[in-house]
């Protein structure tokens, strides 16, 4: 099975004391139950219309406070779990995309987690979260054609060998590595802060990785832990 080894520069810890993540490599197979995704993604989407979970506001209160330390602009471009609980506040659901995408919109909504789905099979190296010189390419696209954009010097990046893989932490993804349910070896990162409950983050991996073998039987996953290491 695929090993992948995500480096987390020391500069992050600084910016987000306390800051720890799941990272799951998963080996996938044949999509027997496509539509698992999105009744996961159903159910998600009624939960938070009930005000769950307890700790989302004070979790992503405290990402739009780190956001803002590397110079974003939370309410322009927030954390990904808080994009998408808003969107779901604001029109009640939310529709289904790809199988693999809507599970794991589906685990960001229900634990108020920022998760980020990645086609492994595109990296040039081992995915780094370090901050951004200014130089390093992201592809994206803008008004339907695909461009290439820099980060901002002091940024929050997710990248590779090659460029931005995810800018502003984990507000916007990029083309390149962009997951879907053809893929066959994927990666996914569940980034959080002290005010969720470490048990809820692995909680949080569990309901993915229960997803994942429901929706198709014989995936094979590794799960780690990623935090500080204190000296």
Request: glycine residues 8%; charged residues 20%.
């Amino acid at each position: 099975m695929l090993k992948v080894s995500p480096s987390i520069a020391p500069d992050i810890y600084r910016i987000a004391p306390g800051f720890r993540a799941l990272s799951i490599v998963v080996q996938a197979a044949p999509v027997i139950n496509p539509d698992a995704g999105e009744a996961a993604l159903q159910d998600a989407c009624r939960a938070v219309l009930a005000g769950q979970p307890e700790w989302a506001e004070s979790h992503l209160a405290a990402w739009g406070e780190v956001f803002q330390k590397f110079g974003a602009k939370p309410k322009r471009t927030p954390c990904s779990a808080d994009a998408l609980r808003k969107r779901v506040l604001r029109d009640g659901t939310m529709p289904a995309l790809d199988p693999i995408v809507d599970l794991y919109n589906a685990v960001s909504l229900r634990y108020a987690v920022p998760v980020g789905g990645e086609n492994i099979s595109a990296y040039q190296g081992a995915p780094c979260l370090t901050v951004a010189k200014g130089t390093e390419p992201f592809d994206t696209l803008k008004e339907g054609e695909t461009t290439i954009e820099y980060p901002s010097q002091g940024e929050v990046i997710w990248c590779d060998e090659v460029g931005v893989t995810c800018r502003r932490w984990n507000w916007r993804q990029g083309i390149r590595t962009r997951l879907g349910v053809e893929a066959q070896q994927m990666w996914f990162i569940l980034e959080s802060l002290p005010q969720m409950p470490l048990v809820m983050l692995h909680e949080a991996g569990k309901m993915l990785t229960d997803g994942l073998e429901k929706m198709m039987p014989g995936v094979e996953f590794e799960a780690s832990l990623i935090q500080e290491v204190h000296q």
